[in-house]
């Protein structure tokens, strides 16, 4: 079977366009490689050629696939006008299976011009035909309830309305980057932001066992799974966190012990991100949303990165990001009870306005250059392969 596939933003990349087409095509092949696909580009367009047994599973990818703005089940046909009007009719039958009547348009284009009928006379041909069979459909050409199009190239393409894709740029086209992950609702929902404009993502997660529960990890585990279909695949690093922790907890006054760990966090993240050859930090900082994460607060927790850090959640309220997370899947995995953060190490009276040359004084003081260059050698590594 053959499914026809829309790119949206990526044809206006100009010189680009072939890569960004070129990295379209790799990732869906990497998502249905075990139903062995078969893709062809022209002109702007992907032809997806699979076995009738992957349906299901093609569309569940092409629906979560970054780049793809629409797709479509197509029947390829020989061109000529009977095989054409054939295909047509079996559109118009399938809308009606589920609709019972309607409207419709023919939306022809003829790129090979040796073909007899000129597009506009392919429409009215078929339209006509069509009328003349399913007396329920009729013709509105402004807002019809079904669009049939007729692709007269190498060979003929025939579709319907087919069905949304996420929209974004395909993943890995903007490089890669390091998305601190947490069970909470916000980071993943941040990460999944990101991939949509093309970042790959690396998830690190910070476990401060047994000051966090085994079951914390379970959690990101699930997430990232979870996000392992539109990422493309991702791995996830397990930074084994507790040292650290407790040489702050140790070291330093208690209100700051919240903003030197995501401090730790982050240049822990950013010299992850050196091995790995990331470009950024991704974090699901939203501005004022609690005491870490006001202006003045993330200034300090952004100032040990050595990568710039991005925080696509930054702008938008909690009930729009739980709006996200719902769509996309992860909502019911981050609510589950198991906190990251825990109580042992987040001061009762957080600072809301550190001072930053203080905080920075306070963070040298801490000598964590070992302790973190420790957790890093330490790590886990696990790959979630595209699903
Ligand atoms: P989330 O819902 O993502 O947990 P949050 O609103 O609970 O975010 P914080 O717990 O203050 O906010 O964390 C802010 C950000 O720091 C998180 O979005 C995440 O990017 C990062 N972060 C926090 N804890 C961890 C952790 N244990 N491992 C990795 N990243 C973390
Ligand atoms: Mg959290």
Known sequence: MFFLIRVGEISLKGGNRGYFEDKLVRNIKRRLRPFKPKLTLSKGRVLLEIQDAAENASMGVLSTTF?????????????????????????VECFLETRGQGTFKIAARRSDKSFPLTSHEIAEAIGDDIRARFPEMTVDVHHPDLVVHVEIRDRAYVYGNGAGGPGGLPVGVAGRGILLLSGGIDSPVSGYLMAKRGLAIEAVYFHTYPYTAEEALGKVKTLVEKLSGPCCG???????????ALAIRRGAPRPQTTLLMRAAMMDCASRIGGLRGALCLVTGESLSQVASQTAQSMRFTGSTSRLPVFRPLIALDKEEIVTTAKKIGTYETSILPFEDCCTVFSPEK?????????????YAGLGLDGPVSASIAGMERFWYPPA
Do not use: C, W
Not at 73 to 84: F, G, L, Q, S, W
Not at 234 to 244: C, G, I, K, P, S
Not at 350 to 362: G, K, T, V, Y
């Open 67 to 91: 780049g793809i703005v629409g797709y479509a089940k197509a029947t390829v046909a020989e061109k000529r006008i009977d095989d054409v009007r054939t295909a047509v009719f079996h559109e």
């Open 234 to 244: 991702l791995n996830l690093y397990v930074v084994h966190f507790t040292e650290v």
């Open 350 to 362: 957080p600072l809301i306005r550190p001072d930053f040359a203080l905080m920075q004084h306070s």
